[in-house]
């Protein structure tokens, strides 16, 4: 048995779970030749019930950005650039991800499977990498990638707008390639020629297709070694007997149906049936309504996975979008399909696939005559159906055990033995971004009896306001804190925000009371994060307003072990409590300790007056925030301010009329009493000579 190893396993792109059934019977063969695994995906919680817990597998998140659902991209620079890279801000988000990743992981060798983002990360920190592909994910280098401007299947377009679809697709690719250089140039690796480097870089690619099935032909140099079959899992239902409808016997056809939502289902289903056909469909997110209307003795619709196995070898018929696992393991089962694609990978397979002469496509947009008169005409005709059957013998020593075996026999010839992996620190990657704070909830779920934001209009920011504050922004990257009077995290969109932040070059930050955190998530997606704690007794923090301690206390220490203590700040107000033992326990635990003393602001220390008993103020006449400027801030309503300590927006006017009040010698009536320009005073009998001097019940009584 080969010496264990640590193996990183990616998955990046694609909507669906297939990914993770193809990638299972890998992992299981490595599991069971001692390796530890760390599976990093996009949704763990979605992937992780699919695979046996085991203790040498580790799963992580892996870095994204949130993409529409009908996104459809012209090329693969704009795939990546959308979806991996979509700014140098989140090019750096991405690599700083990416080294917290490694760090933990400590790979010897790693494995990509439709992840453009993993063969940059294992350029970046110089691992050995075996490349799964199906053809799509490893487009041939050197050749213009005009297919992927437009597809017949798709668009209807002319020679004029292809050729200057390709010319921007080209200037795309430009861009982003000077955007993966310059990281590449901080950990001194290789630059990238074009975009055709980062997929022709891996150790090793292996072609998991046939050639006939390759969405961009036949290549003459390329490792094919046929598909990965996923684990049969799912419903197990069966096709009706024959013999139940004699009469028909001789008529009816047996169809697998497997369809993401679209409006035409339902009618498709309706199609079928008139021609005399059984019907198994497996039809994701189908309404419980339409389930029950449909389902009978010759139509069964299921909503959840069905076990293919059970009924592809008896099937005459596929009907799909044209996924590259179900085509092939169709055809391998000799059955025809009938491909209905609704993205451009799709329509490139099913193209390339009708060489076959047992995969035909149509529209499904457009459904009508033509869709009824092709699917009436692959259930009569045994020409497809000959041709499926002559594919099958073709490639019936095809094992896909076998396959896995040689995946795993690379992984473990590929691996570092005994050289340690190369983690680049995170200081390469850094760079200091203008802040911006975005206030977007007034709520809690703690009551801080310091806390301006629990006698503020309770209300969350909506998303449409959120999206305008980001384009107030502008196209420069900035450091964007979530935060204000209420705690982020208790949003209801706040990880889509976060999402949001990320995909538009943004750094997300924010300081939270840690009691509804997502550990993990957190460590993925932020840099830094601050944690508010003002004391250590359970008692204390109830009589303050500050539930839940004990849950507080362990999620801190959990985001430090899961990001380190340098990517963690403590956040602590003194309000009078006794600091030693909280000091003494941020020290233990390695982080910044940040300790701020009561506002004694008005808007604020109307709120504890006891705790507050200043009565004047020496001002200066500048504010930092208003020279600088330090920050744009954006109130939940959502105007923006010059700093975080106007509570009172209908005080304010403009950042300029702050500052041409202070240079007249005048304070600023929303301004009175912050610590920014102000000197607290405890009133003794004596004024100050200063013409900006300020009586505190000045403000309250204005």
Known sequence: MAKPLRVLIAWELGAHLGHVMKLKPIVMELLARGHQVTLVVPDVKAARPHITENEKLQWEHGPSCSVPDDYAPGSYAEMIECCVLPSDAAATQFALTWQRLMARARPDTMLAEHAPGALLAARLHQLPLLHLADGWSLP????????????????????????????????????????????????????????????????????????????????????????????????????????????????????????????????????????????????????????????????????????????LGEADLVVSNGGHGLLCT??????????????????????????????????????????????????????????????????????????????????????????????????????????????????????????????????????????????????????????????????????????RVIALGHQPYTITNASLIDVPQTALKFASIGVSLDTLDEAEAQRIGRYKLPNVLARLQALVQEMGPERVTVHTVAYGQELGPVASFVQALGTEHLVQPLQTKPDYARHYAAESPVTFWQHAKQCQYLEQPLMRYFAVDGREAPCCYIKDMSMFDTAQHLRTELAEGKVPATCIGCREIATPRIEDGRHSRSSMFVRRETQEES
């Open 140 to 311: 041939p280098v050197g050749r213009p990638h005009a297919e992927l401007v437009q597809l017949p299947l798709l668009e209807k377009t002319t020679s004029e707008t292809r050729t200057q679809a390709f010319s921007d697709a080209s200037k795309r690719e430009g861009v982003l390639v000077a955007r993966i250089n310059s990281l590449l140039k901080q950990v001194n690796v290789g630059l990238l020629k074009n975009l055709g480097d980062l997929y022709s870089g891996a150790s090793v690619s292996l072609l998991c297709t046939f050639p006939e099935l390759d969405h961009f032909g036949a290549r003459r140099h390329a490792k094919y070694v046929g598909p990965l079959s996923g684990v049969a899992e799912g419903v197990a239902l069966r096709w009706p007997d024959r013999k139940v409808d004699a009469d028909l016997a001789s008529q009816r056809r047996r169809v697998f149906v497997y369809l993401q939502p679209h409006p035409t289902n339902i009618a498709l289903l309706r199609l079928l049936r008139s021609l005399g056909a059984d019907v198994i469909a497996y039809l994701p997110q189908a309404k419980p309504e339409a389930v029950k209307k449909f389902n009978s003795a010759r139509t069964q619709i299921s909503a959840l996975p069905v076990c293919m196995d059970l009924i």
């Open 330 to 499: 169709s055809l391998l089962a000799g059955v025809p399909l009938l491909v209905l694609p609704t993205q451009r990978e799709q329509a490139l397979l099913a193209l390339r696939s009708s060489a076959t002469g047992a995969v035909f496509a149509a529209s499904q947009a457009e459904f009508g005559v033509e869709l009824q008169a092709l699917a009436s005409q692959l259930l009569e005709n045994p020409q497809a159906r000959q041709a499926a059957l002559a594919f099958a013998r073709k490639y019936s020593r095809h094992d896909s055990s076998v396959v896995v075996r040689k995946i795993a026999n690379t992984l473990e010839k590929l691996s570092l033995n005994g050289r340690t992996t190369t983690v680049p620190t995170a200081a390469s990657f850094t760079a200091p971004l203008p802040l911006a704070q975005i206030e977007i909830t007034t709520k809690c779920n703690f009551e801080c009896f310091y806390c301006a934001g629990r006698h503020m209009k309770q209300e969350n920011m909506p998303w449409e306001r959120f999206e305008q504050v980001l384009e107030r922004l502008g196209s420069l990257p900035h450091k964007v804190s979530l935060q204000g009077e209420g705690e982020p995290t208790a949003h209801p969109e706040f990880w889509r925000m976060v999402d």
